[in-house]
C-alpha cells in the first residue's frame, strides 16, 4: 500500500467550478503537507503548503488538513482553463524532510 | 535566473548503454535530488543529497548512482540501461537541508529528462 493516495481523474469541471482535489495518507508522522502543480512536460511547481492541521488560503487556492481523518484538500474557485493541470500532494515527516509525492490528479477546465 | 538545469532533454539509449543526467541550479541550494516520475507512480526518489559531499539513497536506487559534484551540480548516472528505467527524470533542489530540521522543505525542480530505454 502506497504513504499516499491520490485518485489521478482526470476531473473534467466547466470554468468557474468550485474544484476539490484531495489525498489521504496512513504515515502520522507526516507533518508537513504541499500541492505542487505540474503542466503538461514541465516540471512540478509549489502551489502551496500547510503544517500540521488548518487551513490556508492564497487567492482562488485554499489548502486544507485533517490529520486526525489523515485527510487534505486543495480546492481552485473560480476554475480557469489555465488552472488545467496535474495537482501533486507531497508530504514530509518531522526529522527527515525529503517529500513523499501522490500519484497526481489530472484536472481538465473546461472553457 | 535559470532555476534548476537539467540536460539533456530526451535521450533514447539500448538495453546495456550507460549515460549520465546532468542537473545545475543557480540558486545557492544546499540539498538536490533525482526523482523518477512514471505513470500511476508520482514522483519517487531515487537519490539525495542533503549538502555538498553527501548522498543517501531514496525510494528507488537499484541501477542508479549518483554524484555531488559541488554545490551546483548533482548527477544522476546510468551504468546498464534496462528498459524499466524508461521514465521521466526531474531534478530538483531545495535551500534547506533534506535530512532534517525546521520549516517546509520546499523544492524547486527542473523541466525534466525523458529517457527512453529500447
Known amino acids: 500500500q502506497k504513504e499516499v493516495e491520490q485518485d489521478p481523474g482526470p476531473l473534467s469541471v466547466p470554468e468557474g467550478a468550485i474544484v476539490s482535489l484531495n489525498c489521504t495518507y496512513s504515515n502520522s508522522a507526516f507533518q508537513y503537507f504541499m500541492w505542487y502543480r505540474q503542466y503538461s512536460r514541465k516540471g512540478p511547481e509549489l502551489l502551496m503548503y500547510t503544517y500540521s492541521s488548518g487551513n490556508k488560503e492564497d487567492g482562488r487556492f485554499t489548502a486544507q488538513v485533517d490529520k486526525s481523518s489523515k485527510y487534505i484538500s486543495l480546492f481552485i474557485r473560480d476554475s480557469q482553463p489555465s488552472d488545467s493541470a496535474t495537482y501533486l500532494c507531497?508530504?514530509?515527516?518531522?526529522?527527515?524532510?525529503?517529500?513523499?509525492f501522490g500519484s497526481g490528479t489530472r484536472l481538465q477546465v473546461q472553457p | 535566473n535559470a532555476g534548476v538545469t537539467q540536460t539533456p532533454k530526451f535521450q533514447v539509449l539500448k538495453t546495456g548503454q550507460s549515460m549520465t543526467l546532468q542537473c545545475a541550479q543557480d540558486m545557492n541550494h544546499n540539498s538536490m535530488y533525482w526523482y523518477r516520475q512514471d505513470p500511476g507512480m508520482g514522483l519517487r526518489l531515487i537519490y539525495y543529497?542533503?549538502?555538498?559531499?553527501?548522498?543517501d539513497k531514496g525510494e528507488v536506487p537499484n541501477g542508479y548512482n549518483v554524484s555531488r559534484l559541488n554545490k551546483r551540480e548533482f548527477s544522476l548516472r546510468l551504468e546498464s540501461a534496462a528498459p524499466s528505467q524508461t521514465s521521466v527524470y526531474f531534478c530538483?533542489?531545495?535551500?534547506?537541508?533534506?535530512?532534517?530540521?525546521?520549516?517546509?522543505?520546499?523544492?524547486?525542480f527542473g523541466a525534466g529528462s525523458r529517457l527512453t530505454v529500447l
Open positions: 530538483a533542489s531545495s535551500e534547506n537541508s533534506a535530512g532534517g530540521g525546521t520549516g517546509a522543505n520546499v523544492l524547486t
Open positions: 543529497s542533503a549538502s555538498e559531499g553527501t548522498t
Open positions: 507531497a508530504m514530509s515527516r518531522t526529522g527527515r524532510r525529503a517529500l513523499t
